[in-house]
C-alpha cells in the first residue's frame, strides 16, 4: 500500500506543475513526513485568503501530499503530534493542536509551542515570501524549499531543539515533548515585543532567542527578527514542507549566513526547469509540449502498471 500511496501523491504533485506551467498561476504545496512517526498537519489560511482542500489531515511516517494553493494565497502550515482521534475523525493532539476536536482545524490555528511555516505568494513585486517561525515556540524541525526555480534559499529549523531546550521553557516529553518560546513561557514585554517594546529599536534579541537563532539561523527566533529569516522567491512552482529533514538549512546557512544565498534547485538547461522558467525559445516551447503531452499520457499508465505490482 506504500508504493500506490507514494505514487498516488508523486501523480498529484506532477499534476499540480503541469497546471502551473499552463496557466501561470498558483502553486503546490508538498508535504513530506520524515519523522518516525504520524503526524497530522494543519493548514491555516491568512485573512481574505480562501481555504484550500483541506484545513488539516493526517501523514503517516514516510508519506507525503501536495495540496493546491491559488495566486495571492496567505497562510500557515505546521504539524500536530501525539494526536489520538476515533473513526469519526474526532479527538486531539498532545502538541500543536488546534482545538477544534477534529482532524480538520477548520479555520483554528496552532496551540503554541508550534512550528510555522509561514506564506505570502505574490506579495510585493509578483515575489512569494516565506519563512519557518519560532516566534510561537517549536515543536518538530521543518524545512521549506521551493521548486522550479534557481536562486530561492531554503528556509528551516533542523536542529532538534526540544533535546537543545532550556528546562524552564520545557513541556511535555516523548511525543508531546516541545520547547516554548520566551513570550510563552513567561509573558513579559521585553521577551513579547509588546508594550513599551513593541518596537525594534525597544525590543531586542534575548537570550533565549539567541539560542534559538545560534541552532536555527533561517528562522525567526523572535518578532522582529526579519533580516536573516524571510526568504523571497519569483516564479517557484511549488513549496516541499518536510518534517523531521534529513538535510540541515541552518548548517548550510552557517557556511554563507547571507539569505540571499542561491542554492540551485533544478541545472539549467533541464527540460523541467525550462519549463519552470516559461523558456522563450519556440523550439523548446514546442519540445516541452510534446514532453507535457507524453507525461499526461504515460502518467495514467505508470499508475496502473504500479498498482497492479502493488497488490500482485
Not at 491555516?44 to 480562501?50: D, I, M, Q, R, V
Not at 524541525?141 to 532538534?160: I, T, W
Not at 547571507?258 to 519540445?287: C, I, K, M, Y
Request: glycine residues 10%; hydrophobic residues 35%.
Amino acid at each position: 500500500m506504500s508504493r500506490v500511496l507514494l505514487l498516488q501523491n508523486l501523480v498529484s504533485f506532477f499534476l499540480c506543475l503541469l497546471l502551473h506551467s499552463l496557466t501561470g498561476e498558483g502553486v503546490a504545496f508538498t508535504f513530506v513526513n520524515r519523522c518516525g512517526d504520524t503526524i497530522w498537519p494543519g493548514v491555516l489560511s491568512g485573512s481574505g485568503s480562501p481555504r484550500l482542500e483541506t484545513t488539516g489531515f493526517e501523514l503517516p511516517a514516510g508519506s507525503s501530499r501536495t495540496l493546491p494553493a491559488p495566486s495571492g494565497w496567505s497562510g500557515r502550515f505546521w504539524a500536530r503530534t501525539g494526536c489520538s482521534f476515533d473513526a469519526a475523525g474526532r479527538g486531539s493532539c498532545a502538541t500543536a493542536d488546534c482545538g477544534s476536536g477534529q482532524v480538520e482545524c477548520n479555520g483554528a490555528g496552532a496551540t503554541p509551542p508550534a512550528t510555522l511555516a509561514e506564506f505570502t505568494l505574490d506579495g510585493s513585486d509578483g515575489r512569494d515570501f516565506y519563512d519557518v517561525s519560532l516566534v510561537d515556540g517549536y515543536n518538530l524541525p521543518m524545512l521549506v524549499e521551493a521548486a522550479g526555480r534557481e536562486g530561492c534559499a531554503a528556509s528551516g529549523c533542523a536542529a532538534d531543539l526540544n533535546r537543545l531546550c532550556p528546562a524552564e521553557l520545557k513541556v511535555g516529553h516523548g511525543d508531546s515533548a516541545a520547547c516554548r518560546s520566551a513570550c510563552g513561557a513567561f509573558g513579559r514585554p521585553e521577551f513579547c515585543c509588546s508594550g513599551e517594546y513593541g518596537s525594534p529599536d525597544r525590543c531586542r534579541p534575548s537570550a533565549y532567542s539567541q539560542m534559538f537563532k545560534s541552532a536555527c539561523p533561517r528562522s525567526y527566533s523572535y518578532a522582529f527578527d526579519d533580516a536573516t529569516s524571510t526568504f523571497t522567491c519569483a516564479g517557484a512552482q511549488g513549496y516541499s514542507i518536510t518534517f523531521c529533514p534529513e538535510s540541515s538549512p541552518s548548517q548550510k546557512a552557517t557556511m554563507n549566513p547571507s539569505p540571499t544565498t542561491t542554492e540551485p534547485v533544478l541545472e539549467d538547461g533541464s527540460w523541467l526547469a525550462s519549463l519552470a522558467s516559461g523558456d522563450a525559445n519556440p523550439a523548446r516551447r514546442r519540445a516541452n509540449s510534446f514532453l507535457l503531452l507524453l507525461l499526461l499520457v504515460l502518467l495514467p499508465s505508470a499508475v496502473t502498471a504500479t498498482l497492479l505490482f502493488a497488490f500482485s
